[in-house]
T-cell receptor, first 112, second 115 residues
């Protein structure tokens, strides 16, 4: 119940394309869903986050779509660029705790 | 804002020695700090949660006597790997959250190599 399932494990996208990464959870007490971007040898950086009271949040080229009934959320990267090549992690938090449950990560490669 | 630093960024030590890693929140006070371990091409594994002035809470399977955590102030937490062995070689990352906010801000990580 505490797991967050992330897919795909790896993704290759052409420059200018849309990258889509999906996550699913089971614990309905989760109420905060952030996405992090991590470059090799660096710590994760917060990209965008959403709470269950909205179905979509957009910040620049990054959009989170949230489906509460399906217990799924996804990250869309529009106009993907080679500089977006990194590993992306979804996470979930809630139940009165600040602990994050992380997904397994998606390695994105954007071809120039 | 919300910058977290870690020191050192890289450390190589001999087997049997202890290593201390510092985590600092530079521009905010962190009521809670977290320590993670990350193996190559894997996700982040939470090791422990620490609150200022109290004992850390360790995740199942993490040896508290081996990974000593001290959260001495609202801006500083330290992780000491005691009697390090080659299997402790890993990427250690800390994070900090602001009071009342769910967002965790991560440090740049520390690469520990035990020879």
């Amino acid at each position: 119940q505490q797991q967050v399932k992330q897919s795909p494990q790896s993704l290759i996208v052409q420059k200018g394309g849309i990258s889509i990464i999906n996550c699913a959870y089971e614990n309905t007490a989760f109420d905060y869903f952030p996405w992090y971007q991590q470059f090799p040898g660096k710590g994760p950086a917060l990209l965008i986050a959403i709470r269950p009271d909205v179905s979509e949040k957009k910040e620049g080229r990054f959009t989170i779509s949230f489906n509460k009934s399906a217990k799924q959320f996804s990250l869309h990267i529009m106009d993907s660029q080679p500089g977006d090549s990194a590993t992306y992690f979804c996470a979930a938090s809630g139940s009165g705790t600040y602990k994050y449950i992380f997904g397994t990560g998606t390695r994105l490669k954007v071809l120039a | 804002g919300a910058v977290v630093s870690q020191h050192p960024s890289r450390v190589i030590c001999k087997s049997g020695t202890s290593v201390k890693i510092e985590c600092r929140s530079l521009d905010f006070q962190a009521t809670t700090m977290f320590w993670y371990r990350q193996f190559p091409k894997q996700s982040l594994m939470l090791m422990a949660t620490s609150n200022e002035g109290s004992k850390a809470t360790y995740e199942q399977g993490v040896e508290k006597d081996k990974f000593l955590i001290n959260h001495a102030s609202l801006t500083l937490s330290t992780l000491t790997v005691t009697s390090a062995h080659p299997e402790d070689s890993s990427f250690y990352i800390c994070s900090a959250d602001r009071a009342g906010v769910y967002e965790q801000y991560f440090g740049p990580g520390t690469r520990l190599t035990v020879t």
